[in-house]
Structures are given as structure tokens and as C-alpha cells.
């Protein structure tokens, strides 16, 4: 019994830590979200590539970008998202997100 209980722990935990890596789409942002647009114009202003398609459906590079920083930083960061992704505080944020957007890596 004591074995069984620790096999069922370990898979939850397992189940639980896996779930945490695997984002395939994060959270919508909401319409008109004045950070989100914000974002959109610096990137695709600044960087190249930005309205290629991206691999999530009906995103380009710049709108998986933004959405995934949007998502990244935290609820009370109130600054700009391109331009956090730019600092040293922002980099592995930035890295998470290129990977996501398939955008620079």
C-alpha cells in the first residue's frame, strides 16, 4: 500500500511538471489591450519578419511574440514588452518567446 501510494504521487508530480513545460498556446490577449498593441507596432517597426506566419494558426511571428511575452512577464508589469525583452531582466523571457514564436532562433 505504501508502495502503491508513492508510485502515485511520483506519476502526479511527473504529470504535474510536464504540463508546466508543455505551452502550446498560452492565454488570449484581450481586445484592445493597449500593452499588446504597443508591443506589435515596436516589433514589427523594429525587427524583421514580423508578419511571417508563425507556428501558431492565425498568428504571425510578431502576434505569438507579444502574446507570449504578454503572458511571460507579470501581472503588475506596467512598461513596454519589446522594449523589456531588449534588458538584461528581459532576455530569457525574450528567448522563451522566440522559441514560441519561431521568430530569431
Do not use: R
Request: proline share 4%; net charge neutral.
Amino acid at each position: 500500500m505504501k508502495s502503491m501510494m508513492i508510485v502515485l504521487a511520483a506519476l502526479f508530480s511527473l504529470s504535474i511538471s510536464s504540463a508546466a513545460f508543455a505551452v502550446d498556446e498560452y492565454n488570449k490577449v484581450p481586445a484592445g489591450d493597449a500593452q499588446y498593441k504597443a508591443c506589435k507596432t515596436y516589433a514589427m517597426k523594429t525587427y524583421e519578419g514580423g508578419e511571417e506566419k508563425s507556428p501558431i494558426p492565425g498568428q504571425s511571428k510578431a502576434d505569438a511574440w507579444c502574446t507570449c511575452m504578454w503572458n511571460e512577464t507579470p501581472e503588475d508589469f506596467k512598461g513596454s514588452l519589446a522594449k523589456f525583452s531588449e534588458t538584461a531582466k528581459g532576455a530569457k523571457t525574450n528567448k522563451i518567446c522566440e522559441k514560441y514564436a519561431n521568430w530569431g532562433v
